[in-house]
């Protein structure tokens, strides 16, 4: 499975929304692919967002959604905060297999 | 509260050894199917392996690039997680993650605070 290409930065003012997108062949994500979204602040572990495309993990905030479809899966955080600047990465895994690969992580930056 | 603490891991030569260990607690262990993940320097991060549960046949997966020099092990008694890295490689300079393994919705759910590995001569 190949790399997943993610933008290397976005931005967005206090308060806007933004969306970081994850694509690849239509093979590496969509149907029997199951995306997650992992949010790292520098020098800290990475910590789970999203799993499945679209379920938020226990105790995320409803501010951090995800959509995806054949080839694209996106994760939008509205209502920008400054605790959100961060690298957000996505992760795909194929259903029945072994094979999963990273996105190559977005900065976000909350200006 | 799951908590995942690694160690091990420090400066090496290139082609030697090391064994990161990972201590587990919070949760059922041995019925934990657990990863390594690794990130270098300015880098993103890269899948390195998985090990399943023993009662799930306990089977080894790693990734491509490092299959033949990596080794996962978990010792279920002392809720413990092993990774032997043999014949380092510079590119091998990484933070390496313990992380579980939901494998009914396939997700990294906890990680542990890293350990360090620089391989220079």
């Known amino acids: 499975q190949s790399a997943l290409t993610q933008p290397a930065s976005v931005s967005g003012s206090p308060g806007q929304s933004i969306t970081i997108s994850c694509t690849g062949p239509s093979s590496d994500i969509g149907d029997y692919k199951a995306v997650s979204w992992y949010q790292q602040h520098p020098g800290k572990a990475p910590k789970l967002l999203m799993y499945d495309v679209s379920n938020r993990y226990s105790g995320i905030s409803h501010r951090f959604s995800g959509s995806g479809s054949a080839s694209r899966a996106s994760l939008t955080i509205s209502g920008l905060q400054a605790d959100d600047e961060a690298y957000y990465y996505c992760?795909?895994?194929?259903?029945?297999?072994?094979?999963?690969?990273f996105g190559g992580g977005t900065k976000l930056t909350v200006l | 509260e799951v908590q995942l603490v690694e160690s091990g891991g420090g400066l090496v030569k290139p082609g030697g050894s090391l064994r990161l260990s990972c201590a587990a607690s919070g949760f059922r262990f041995s019925g934990a199917w657990m990863c390594w993940v690794r990130q270098a320097p300015g880098k993103g991060l890269e899948w390195v392996g998985r090990?399943?549960?023993?009662?799930?046949?306990?089977?080894?997966e790693y990734a491509a690039p490092v299959k033949d020099r990596f080794t996962i092990s978990r010792d279920d008694s002392k809720n413990s997680l092993y990774l032997q890295i043999n014949s380092l490689k510079t590119e091998d300079t990484a933070t390496y993650y313990c992380t579980t393994w939901n494998y009914w919705e396939y997700y990294f759910d906890s990680w542990g605070q890293g350990t360090l590995v620089s391989v220079s001569s």
């Open positions: 090990i399943r549960s023993k009662t799930d046949g306990g089977t080894v």
């Open positions: 992760y795909s895994y194929t259903r029945g297999t072994s094979a999963g690969a």
